[in-house]
């Protein structure tokens, strides 16, 4: 079972660096259950979108913003990444947003170097006080195209971004200039790893020029405190349902039926998704 959420112990790292990484923080049975449950999930394949990298890749990707209680829904509200989100943002929280980011073997693109504030503080979000947890679901490795993060780069603020290709990029000249005086990591990941980040931090991948894939979901949160003071295309506030950890093994004891599956990806309930979908390049900006 899930190893429970950080202790305040991270709470320096984090702040200074703007991440950190929780080893093993899935079992190898949950990230099984996982891994096989997306893979065969015909309705996250059909609801995938592609978004080039302006380098001659795509990344395909699945959104979404409420987070069910499917097995991805369990992930979300578990206890150990909620808790966690909630220690790292000082309060409560609630679930921005979560995505499965297909990066598949020969063929998965590259991300641009970006921050995720800079796509939502157009959200009508004031201030950057939400978190990800980056969950590996396969092995992440240079060769495959791991997470790449500029460390402490989320004590700059907000950078101006422009669009590459169908992705939304940090300005490179200051990308450039921040490289010389930060600390580049590659963050490599086992399956069941998770990586936190804050939503200024600059991060990056390459290419998957391998024969493995790099699949992994990401849950995103924003600090209740912290609700946006506009209506977009994201939800405001809308308080979390936590599970405890056990939740993930029994969620993934069942199959999913459909009338579970269209609740939570239908794109015609999901204006992020019909954005992605659309490529509106002001939803991203």
């Known amino acids: 079972m899930a190893t429970g959420p950080l202790g305040e112990d991270v709470l320096n790292d984090y702040e200074r660096n703007g991440f950190v990484v929780a080893r093993g923080m899935f079992s190898t049975e949950e990230i099984d259950l996982l891994r096989r449950a997306s893979r065969e999930d015909r309705q996250l394949d059909q609801h995938a979108f592609g978004k080039g990298d302006?380098?001659?890749?795509?990344?395909?990707?699945?959104?979404?913003?409420?987070?069910?209680?499917?097995?991805?829904?369990?992930?979300?509200?578990?206890?150990?990444?909620?808790?966690?989100?909630?220690?790292?943002?000082?309060?409560?929280?609630?679930?921005?947003?979560?995505?499965?980011?297909?990066?598949?073997?020969?063929?998965?693109?590259?991300?641009?170097?970006?921050?995720?504030?800079?796509?939502?503080?157009?959200?009508?979000?004031?201030?950057?006080?939400?978190?990800?947890?980056?969950?590996?679901?396969?092995?992440?490795?240079?060769?495959?195209?791991?997470?790449?993060?500029?460390?402490?780069?989320?004590?700059?603020?907000?950078?101006d971004h422009v669009l590459t290709g169908d992705q939304a990029g940090a300005d490179l000249e200051r990308v450039h200039e921040a490289e010389k005086r930060l600390d580049l990591v590659y963050v490599d990941m086992q399956p069941g790893d998770v990586l936190f980040f804050h939503a200024n931090l600059l991060h990056r991948s390459d290419q998957n020029r391998s024969e493995n894939p790099r699949w992994a979901m990401i849950c995103c949160y924003n600090a209740a405190r912290n609700n946006p003071y506009k209506e977009a295309h994201h939800p405001r506030y809308t308080?979390?349902?936590?599970?405890?950890?056990?939740?993930?093994?029994?969620?993934?004891?069942?199959?999913?039926?459909?009338?579970?599956?269209?609740?939570?990806?239908?794109?015609?309930?999901?204006?992020?998704?019909?954005?992605?979908?659309?490529?509106?390049a002001n939803a991203v900006q």
Not at 106 to 121: E, I, L, P, S, T
């Open 54 to 159: 302006g380098e001659g890749g795509t990344v395909r990707l699945s959104l979404w913003n409420h987070p069910g209680d499917t097995i991805y829904g369990m992930f979300a509200r578990c206890e150990t990444i909620v808790n966690s989100a909630e220690m790292l943002l000082d309060g409560e929280v609630y679930h921005y947003h979560s995505k499965m980011i297909m990066k598949d073997a020969r063929v998965g693109g590259a991300w641009a170097w970006h921050q995720d504030y800079g796509y939502w503080y157009q959200n009508g979000v004031l201030f950057p006080d939400l978190t990800s947890a980056f969950i590996a679901v396969d092995p992440a490795t240079r060769e495959n195209g791991c997470m790449q993060v500029l460390s402490g780069s989320h004590h700059m603020g907000r950078i």
């Open 239 to 280: 308080p979390l349902s936590k599970v405890p950890d056990s939740a993930i093994l029994d969620a993934g004891m069942r199959r999913f039926s459909e009338a579970d599956s269209e609740s939570w990806l239908d794109e015609s309930k999901d204006e992020s998704a019909l954005r992605l979908a659309t490529l509106d």
